[in-house]
C-alpha cells in the first residue's frame, strides 16, 4: 500500500513568487492535514480536511496560504506571494479514523526556501 | 489551548544502556499522547500513542512510554538503545476538544556504538 506522497521534495524561489505543494494521502482516507515546521521549531498544525471540507484551517499563518482538497482526493497548499518566514518544512499527514485516536501518517514533507 | 514541552533538544545515550526521552503537556480536558520519530530526510513515523487504561504503553521498536497525569509527564524509555535508534523523536497531544496534533520540538537521540 502506498504512503502518504507529498510533491515536490524541494522548492526554492524568490521572495514574491507562487509555490503549490501537492499532497496524495493514502487511499481511502478521509482525513487530511498540513503541518509545518520551521527550523528548529515545534511542528505547526496548519489545517484538516474531512473529504472535501475544510474541518479546522484555525492554524493557517495568513491569506497568502490557500488549501484545497478538490473531490476529496489530493490536496494542494498554494502560497501565494511567498515570504522569507514562509521557509520551512510543510508535511502532509492523513488518517482513517474520525475520532480523535487514531495516528495520523505523516509524507515526508515537501522543504520550501525562499530567498 | 494545548501544548507540548520537550526540555532537551539532544539525548545521548551509549549502545545498550537505557534511553529516555522527556515530555510534559498541558491540556485542558482528557490528553491524546503520541510519540513519532523521524530519521534523516523521511516522514513522521508513528511510535505509540496513549488514550486511555493502562498508564505504561509499548510500542514500534520495542520503545514504551508511562502516562504520568500528576506530573502531567509522558516519558519515551527504551530499555536498551541501539546505534539505529538514532533519530529525532517528537511528542504530540490532543485534546479531546479537537482534531489537530500539538508537536513539541523535537528532541535528536543519539546512541554511539
Known amino acids: 500500500e502506498a504512503g502518504v506522497t507529498q510533491f515536490p521534495s524541494h522548492s526554492v524561489i524568490e521572495k514574491g513568487q507562487t509555490v503549490t505543494l501537492r499532497c496524495d494521502p493514502i487511499s481511502g482516507h478521509d482525513n487530511l492535514y498540513w503541518y509545518r515546521r520551521v527550523m528548529g521549531k515545534e511542528i505547526k498544525f496548519l489545517l484538516h480536511f474531512v473529504k472535501e471540507s475544510k474541518q479546522d484551517e484555525s492554524g493557517m499563518p495568513n491569506n497568502r496560504f490557500l488549501a484545497e482538497r478538490t473531490g476529496g482526493t489530493y490536496s494542494t497548499l498554494k502560497v501565494q506571494p511567498a515570504e522569507l518566514e514562509d521557509s520551512g518544512v510543510y508535511f502532509c499527514?492523513?488518517?482513517?479514523?474520525?475520532?480523535?485516536?487514531?495516528?495520523?501518517?505523516f509524507g515526508e514533507g515537501s522543504r520550501l526556501t525562499v530567498l | 489551548a494545548q501544548s507540548v514541552a520537550q526540555p532537551e533538544d539532544q539525548v545521548n545515550v551509549a549502545e545498550g544502556n537505557p534511553l529516555t526521552v522527556k515530555c510534559t503537556y498541558s491540556v485542558s480536558g482528557n490528553p491524546y499522547l503520541f510519540w513519532y520519530v523521524q530519521y534523516p530526510n523521511r516522514g513522521l513515523q508513528f511510535l505509540l500513542k496513549?488514550?486511555?487504561?493502562?498508564?505504561l504503553v509499548k510500542g514500534s521498536y520495542g520503545f514504551e512510554a508511562e502516562f504520568n497525569k500528576s506530573q502531567t509527564s509522558f516519558h519515551l524509555k527504551k530499555p536498551s538503545a541501539l546505534v539505529s535508534d538514532s533519530a529525532l523523536y517528537f511528542c504530540a497531544v490532543r485534546a479531546d476538544s479537537g482534531y489537530a496534533l500539538n508537536f513539541g520540538k523535537g528532541t535528536s537521540l543519539l546512541v554511539t556504538p
Open positions: 496513549y488514550i486511555t487504561g493502562d498508564n
Open positions: 499527514a492523513s488518517s482513517q479514523l474520525t475520532g480523535k485516536t487514531g495516528e495520523l501518517f
